[in-house]
């Protein structure tokens, strides 16, 4: 079995959380109500989107991830520079890990992406200094920011022009995308989006729930402990899938003969198999089977419709690219606060 392995990106870094539900951000909306879209130029690193943010009128980088609820903030050696407001100290309890790492919690922050604006924002700051993504995807990386960034527009992103564009609801860019688009069903659970898919197994069409996750360098992760459907092909290899809070997640990664999301299919997918020692302390949401990552999005001018529970795609020139392992994963998920 031959995996193209990008050798420059030699480091996987993955952090997940197990949790609590925490405060639901309000979102972003237009400060200028004349203006139906606007455009921000994004950073495309390992198949993953960073867009400029503000925040109190600083201009921080953040990691544009579908997959988590929060606004999270790391690597700030003094973080009154930032002028956080309501600050409260807090423990972030870590996947496996009895020993909390310390943070901060602010609320009454005021966050800009371009001309969009969100008021009251609440945010987490995490001070261990080994939480840092930039180190991993070589340029400075401020934070991660999740839902709040969804939840009030269509969010279109175009992987090959670089440009997040949010669109108001109402514009004529929604009558367009319908025409030109095929769009697949969106379920959101927790503030996080969630669609079905299917995978062949053993000569089978396996329907799959999973949750979609700009936040993840690789295609497809399959969690063979919650399904006796999901099975890892005989041809596989264990590997390295990243490093949480307590120690290194293992798991295998292998091809399976085909990947399918409405009706595009994608042949030989690369899938890892994170193992059940990996997902023992993780939060999985209901009969959820894995995660749809970057490998498979970055093939695709994707546009995010939260409020009416739609995911929208139209192929791009990365269509029918290899598929690679990029050997940054960076995945986050829900934090755990007290």
Known sequence: MKIVNHEKNNFIFFLVFFAIPVFSQQGFEFHNDKS????????????????????????????????????????????????????????????GDNQAVEGLKSSGNLLTIGTLQSR??????????SFNLSNYVGVTVNGIIGSAAFKNQLVAVDYTKKIVTFHKEEANFQNKIQKTYERIPLVLEKNKPYLQAKVKMNEEDVVVKLLVDSGNSDAVWLFERFSDKITVPEKHYQDYLG??????????????????????????????????????????????L???????????????????????LKKNKYFKSTFFIIKVVLRFGILGFS
């Open 36 to 95: 139906e879209k606007v455009k921000v130029p994004i950073r495309l690193i390992n198949n993953l989107v960073f867009i400029p943010v503000k925040v109190n009128g600083v201009e921080l980088l953040f990691l544009l991830d579908s997959g988590v609820e929060e606004t999270i903030l790391f690597g700030f050696e003094d973080p009154q520079k930032l002028n956080l407001n309501n600050v409260l100290k807090i423990n972030i309890q870590g996947l």
């Open 120 to 129: 009251n924002h609440l945010l987490y700051l995490i001070l261990d200094p």
């Open 243 to 288: 490093q949480g809070l307590s120690g290194s997640v293992e798991g295998k990664r292998a091809k399976i003969p085909q990947f399918s999301l409405g009706s595009f299919q994608f042949n030989e997918t690369i899938v890892a198999f994170p193992d059940s020692v990996s997902l023992k302390n993780i939060n999985i949401q209901s009969n959820r």
């Open 290 to 312: 894995g995660s749809l990552g970057g490998e498979i999005l970055r093939r695709f001018t994707t546009v995010f419709d939260y409020k009416n529970g739609w995911l929208y």
